[in-house]
């Protein structure tokens, strides 16, 4: 059991992270490019620790994502359907929603 909680507790970190380096590159973009309303890359947000996809979109549907914590951006396939439930399917990406913890 507890190797279990540790699996879970290096995938919240790394969903975590990658968030962090999403908000950054969200703010560099916006300071740096001016991308009010134009697209940006992004990492992908799931727990895999050796993902480096990219996923592209517009820098407001990230911050709409993002104003619900509990929710991610995702590769198709990426999605770990045992913790989070997909709530949009878009071109390139999924949202996914973690699940409350029982």
């Known amino acids: 059991m507890e190797a279990e909680e540790q699996y879970l507790d290096r995938r919240v970190r790394n969903e975590m992270l990658f968030?962090?380096?999403?908000?950054?590159?969200?703010?560099?973009?916006?300071e740096?490019?001016?991308?009010?309303?134009?697209?940006?890359?992004?990492v992908c947000e799931c727990s895999r620790i050796d993902c480096i996809e990219q996923i592209e979109l517009a820098v407001a549907d990230f911050d709409e994502i993002c104003l619900m914590p509990n929710r991610y951006m995702v590769i198709p396939g990426h999605e770990t359907l045992?913790?989070?439930t997909v709530v949009t399917r878009e071109a390139g990406y999924l949202v996914v929603e973690k699940m409350a913890a029982v």
Do not use: H, P, S
């Open 32 to 42: 740096f490019e001016a991308f009010a309303d134009e697209r940006a890359l992004f």
């Open 82 to 84: 045992d913790v989070e």
């Open 19 to 30: 968030r962090t380096v999403n908000e950054k590159l969200r703010g560099l973009n916006a």
